[in-house]
T-cell receptor
Framework: DSGVTQTPKHLITATGQRVTLRCSPRSGDLSVYWYQQSLDQGLQFLIHYYNGEERAKGNILERFSAQQFPDLHSELNLSSLELGDSALYFC?????????????FGEGSRLTVL | QQQVKQSPQSLIVQKGGISIINCAYENTAFDYFPWYQQFPGKGPALLIAIRPDVSEKKEGRFTISFNKSAKQFSLHIMDSQPGDSATYFCAASISGNTPLVFGKGTRLSVIA
C-alpha cells in the first residue's frame, strides 16, 4: 500500500459528460502529480501541484483542469469527455517540490467513456 | 516528441534468465533516472534509480547500467523469476525542476 488513495477506482460515463477524480496524497507529502496511462502512450504527465500551487503542466487538455486544496488532496476534473479520454488516471505524491525523490502512486482511476 | 524511448515493448524470458530493458534519452540535462515496476491493477512503484555520476547501480537482482556518452540506460534483472512478471517503466527528470518523463513501458513475462 503506497498510502496514496484515489477515488473512484472505476468510472463509466458517456461522451460529453464531466467527471471528477479525487486523490489523497500520503501523509506529509506536499506534491501531487497526475498522470494518464493509455495502452499506446504509456504514462503521460498531466499536471503537478505543490502545496496548493500549480508547478508544472504537461500534456493536459484544455478540457481538463485540476486543483490542490488546503488539506492537500487534489481533484482532476475532466469535461466534455470524448472516447479517447478513456484511460487510467494516476495520482502520485512526493515529499518535496522536485521529482528526484520517490513518487508514490495510487492504484488509479479507470475511466471508460462510452 | 518522446523524450525517453524504451525497448522492447514486450519481453518473454525463461525463469532463471536475464531480462534486459533499454532506454534512450535526448535531453542531456536529465540527471535522475529511475525505473518503476507496475503489477496489474496497481500503480507503478519505484524499483531502483541512478544518477549520472555512476555507471552502474545494483540492488539485489536488479542492476541499472548507465552510459552517459550514449545517452542510454538499461535495467538488468538477473535470475528472473515469475514474480518479476510486470510492466517496467524507465523515466528521467531534471531533479528539482521537472516532473518525471516516462518511457512507454515494457511488459515482462517470466515463464517457468
Amino acid at each position: 500500500d503506497s498510502g496514496v488513495t484515489q477515488t473512484p477506482k472505476h468510472l463509466i460515463t458517456a461522451t460529453g459528460q464531466r467527471v471528477t477524480l479525487r486523490c489523497s496524497p500520503r501523509s506529509g507529502d506536499l506534491s501531487v502529480y497526475w498522470y494518464q496511462q493509455s495502452l499506446d502512450q504509456g504514462l503521460q504527465f498531466l499536471i503537478h501541484y505543490y502545496n496548493g500551487e500549480e508547478r508544472a503542466k504537461g500534456n493536459i487538455l484544455e478540457r481538463f483542469s485540476a486543483q490542490q486544496f488546503p488539506d492537500l488532496h487534489s481533484e482532476l476534473n475532466l469535461s466534455s469527455l470524448e472516447l479517447g479520454d478513456s484511460a487510467l488516471y494516476f495520482c502520485a505524491s512526493s515529499v518535496g517540490q522536485g521529482s528526484a525523490g520517490e513518487l508514490f502512486f495510487g492504484e488509479g482511476s479507470r475511466l471508460t467513456v462510452l | 516528441q518522446q523524450q525517453v524511448k524504451q525497448s522492447p515493448q514486450s519481453l518473454i524470458v525463461q525463469k532463471g534468465g536475464i531480462s534486459i530493458i533499454n532506454c534512450a534519452y535526448e535531453n542531456t540535462a536529465f540527471d535522475y533516472f529511475p525505473w518503476y515496476q507496475q503489477f496489474p491493477g496497481k500503480g507503478p512503484a519505484l524499483l531502483i534509480a541512478i544518477r549520472p555520476d555512476v555507471s552502474e547501480k545494483k540492488e539485489g537482482r536488479f542492476t541499472i547500467s548507465f552510459n552517459k556518452s550514449a545517452k542510454q540506460f538499461s535495467l538488468h534483472i538477473m535470475d528472473s523469476q515469475p514474480g518479476d512478471s510486470a510492466t517496467y517503466f524507465c523515466a528521467a527528470s531534471i531533479s528539482g525542476n521537472t516532473p518525471l518523463v516516462f518511457g512507454k513501458g515494457t511488459r515482462l513475462s517470466v515463464i517457468a
